[in-house]
T-cell receptor
Framework: DAGITQSPRYKITETGRQVTLMCHQT?????MFWYRQDLGHGLRLIYYSAAADITDKGEVPDGYVVSRSKTENFPLTLESATRSQTSVYFCASSDVMDGYTFGSGTRLTVV | QKEVEQNSGPLSVPEGAIASLNCTYSDRGSQSFFWYRQYSGKSPELIMF????GDKEDGRFTAQLNKASQYVSLLIRDSQPSDSATYLCAVRGRGSTLGRLYFGRGTQLTVWP
């Protein structure tokens, strides 16, 4: 299917565990982004990537790791999950001058 | 850090009224502006973009841009209950951040029957 897909849609994990959220897009967009959205904070950028093998930090990168070995994939890893990382995570992609298209989101709960 | 401010809301209007959503931005050189709609529990979806001063109309939606005042707005005419959502304003970065959008925190709109 064409578009941008995130997996899983829902995830419950324990404090201290490593978790990877997946993001896949079929448009060959150059840019990909990871945001978290929490009540009272709006969308906050975690990491973004301008192309394969090029990543950069956003506003709230601590505790997260990304990689982009292929243009279409941009996984986000929480190395050691904490309760403060409970959130809704959105992946997005775009070409440089277009608006973003967002994935459906992953609701992550850290217990 | 680029600032994008939206009227905090929530905004409540009756069905059929005009809803006016406002956004200001700090970078005077910004060129591209976007409006997203986000229903509760869903992801943001792009509904309008505007690059030039003036008005841009798309159905019941009109985006207005005034670069001199660093102000962008979204008007929703003949508001419907299905327009009830959070509306996010976004501004494209420049230079090394050209690929990024900077988002406001959103304005929650409720349209009551």
């Amino acid at each position: 299917d064409a578009g941008i897909t995130q997996s899983p849609r829902y995830k419950i994990t324990e404090t201290g565990r490593q978790v990877t959220l997946m993001c896949h897009q079929t448009w060959s967009h150059s840019y990909m982004f990871w945001y978290r959205q929490d009540l009272g904070h709006g969308l906050r950028l975690i990491y973004y990537s301008a192309a394969a093998d090029i990543t950069d930090k956003g506003e709230v990168p601590d505790g997260y790791v990304v990689s982009r070995s292929k243009t279409e994939n941009f996984p986000l890893t929480l190395e050691s999950a904490t309760r403060s990382q409970t959130s809704v995570y959105f992946c997005a992609s775009s070409d440089v001058m277009d608006g973003y298209t967002f994935g459906s989101g992953t609701r992550l709960t850290v217990v | 850090q680029k600032e994008v401010e939206q009227n905090s809301g929530p905004l409540s209007v009756p069905e059929g009224a005009i809803a006016s959503l406002n956004c200001t931005y700090s970078d005077r050189g910004s060129q591209s502006f976007f409006w997203y709609r986000q229903y509760s529990g869903k992801s943001p979806e792009l509904i309008m973009f505007i690059y030039s001063n003036g008005d841009k109309e798309d159905g019941r939606f009109t985006a207005q841009l005034n670069k001199a005042s660093q102000y962008v707005s979204l008007l929703i005419r003949d508001s419907q209950p299905s327009d009830s959502a959070t509306y996010l304003c976004a501004v494209r970065g420049r230079g090394s951040t050209l690929g990024r959008l900077y988002f406001g925190r959103g304005t929650q709109l409720t349209v009551w029957p």
